[in-house]
Nanobody, 126 residues
């Protein structure tokens, strides 16, 4: 089992920045690919970014490319999502996800991913 706890969400003005963190406990962290997903009110959950266990491979949704950066520190069992140039449409609950199959943490909605955090709310005002 892997437990995931997100932090770092909050209210920010458009154009601002936030950094989300996801702390993991349980089995060997570096063996898991990690992903961030988000779900806005009234919408389906969607993929945001993913990173391989080694940290060498990264993938982003087109809507966040150039603005968001995913990274991880395997010594701290933590994955991060640096969010810059935030827009009101980035408002959502952001979820951290973990799976030993990197393909699953890059799917459109994260269907089939083994482990999820409880989410952290990001609100961007215009």
């Amino acid at each position: 089992q892997v437990q995931l706890v997100e932090s770092g969400g909050g209210l920010v003005q458009a154009g601002g920045s936030l950094r989300l963190s996801c702390a993991a406990s349980g089995r060997t962290f570096s063996s898991y690919a990690m992903g961030w997903f988000r779900q806005a009110p009234g919408k389906e959950r969607e993929f945001v970014a993913a990173i391989t266990g080694s940290g060498r491979g990264r993938n982003y949704a087109d809507s966040v490319k150039g603005r968001f950066t995913i990274s991880r520190d395997n010594a701290l069992n933590t994955v991060y999502l640096q969010m810059n140039s935030l827009k009101p449409e980035d408002t959502a609950v952001y979820y951290c996800a973990a799976d030993d199959d990197v393909a699953l943490v890059t799917t459109r909605s994260g269907q089939g991913v083994d482990f999820w955090g409880t989410g952290t709310l990001v609100s961007v005002s215009s």
